[in-house]
């Protein structure tokens, strides 16, 4: 039996940072807003948008929350990070904000002509994806959208 997803259902994603006012400063100069709510002096978080957050949590607060050893992401590579903007051009801004706060580029422009995306290093080592998708292709699906040259396999 599965569980069926709901509108209502929020998500947490929850990275370790070393410096929690820094990092929270960068994000903020990407359009991420403070929840205060969830906020405090060893976790920051973050407003991605409506039902999703990254909480920035302190190195020490993270150990505490993880039974795990923590990994370093400069060296390896737990996961990718992405998350969407409302236009190609807002791409590009949050591209240069994230360069502009210090994050170091990962890969230059991919475009699908119905998605684009820009991919960063945040200032902890984490990878970003920050894209765009035209929102028949969201609908549908991008291989509805995808034209013989491209690469139809593509997601984001």
């Known amino acids: 039996m599965s569980i ?3 509108p209502g259902r929020m998500l ?6 070393a410096d929690l006012e820094r990092s ?4 903020t100069r990407l359009g991420f807003a403070v929840d205060p709510r969830f906020t405090d002096d060893a976790a920051a978080c973050m407003l991605v948008g409506e039902q999703a957050s990254i909480m920035l949590l302190s190195r020490e607060k993270f150990a505490e929350l993880s039974p795990l050893p923590m990994a370093d992401p400069t060296t390896q590579a737990l996961a990718l990070y992405c998350f969407s903007v409302s236009s190609r051009e807002e791409v590009d801004a949050v591209s240069a904000a994230a360069l502009a706060a210090g994050a170091v580029e990962a890969d230059s422009l991919e475009d699908y002509g119905f998605m684009c995306s820009r991919s960063f290093v945040d200032l902890d080592g984490h990878g970003w994806q920050v894209m765009w998708m035209d929102p028949a292709a969201a609908q ?3 291989q509805a959208l995808a034209s013989p040259t491209q690469d139809a396999g593509a997601t984001a």
């Open 4 to 6: 069926p997803a709901h």
């Open 12 to 17: 947490f994603v929850n990275l370790p940072v």
């Open 24 to 27: 929270t400063r960068f994000f």
């Open 140 to 142: 549908s699906g991008p």
